[in-house]
């Protein structure tokens, strides 16, 4: 990366820390260890391992995962539009191509299960923000 790429990548960073992610994230984990142990230490001993509760705790986890990397998605995106907004438009997007490269192309099932937004999107939501007057 060049020296205005490797900005880009800082502001992104930095962005996630002035949105405060790591806690929002925290907060999605613990209400999924809540849940978890509300399963394992009340429904099951209550009800029993019948099919139906283990249906019920797979699809916890299930929406857990899907809940999880959605937002992450939205903390990617929200990051990026922190750099984006510091002036780093063209860099950061020719950063995430550089980064991203052989990943660049996901399909539909892997978009779902993605901690990032693919990075197609991702450049299409930075060349579609408001542009800045020029880049760093």
């Not at 209400?31 to 509300?38: P, Q, R």
Request: proline content about 3%; overall charge positive.
């Amino acid at each position: 990366l060049n020296d205005n790429e490797l900005k880009a990548v800082i502001y992104h960073e930095l962005g996630h820390i002035v949105n405060k992610d790591t806690y929002k994230s925290l907060i999605v984990s613990i209400a999924y260890s809540l849940i978890s142990v509300m399963m394992l230490l009340y429904v099951i001993p209550r009800i029993g391992l019948t099919l139906i509760t283990i249906l019920m705790y797979i699809l916890i986890a299930l929406l857990a995962v899907i809940i999880s990397f959605t937002l992450s998605r939205i903390n990617e995106t929200r990051a990026d539009l922190y750099a984006l907004n510091r002036g780093y438009r063209e860099s950061l997007a020719t950063a995430l191509v550089k980064v991203t490269y052989p990943s660049i192309h996901s399909s539909l099932i892997k978009q779902v299960f993605l901690s990032h937004p693919t990075t197609l999107n991702r450049i299409n939501t930075i060349l579609k923000a408001a542009k800045k007057p020029t880049d760093k």
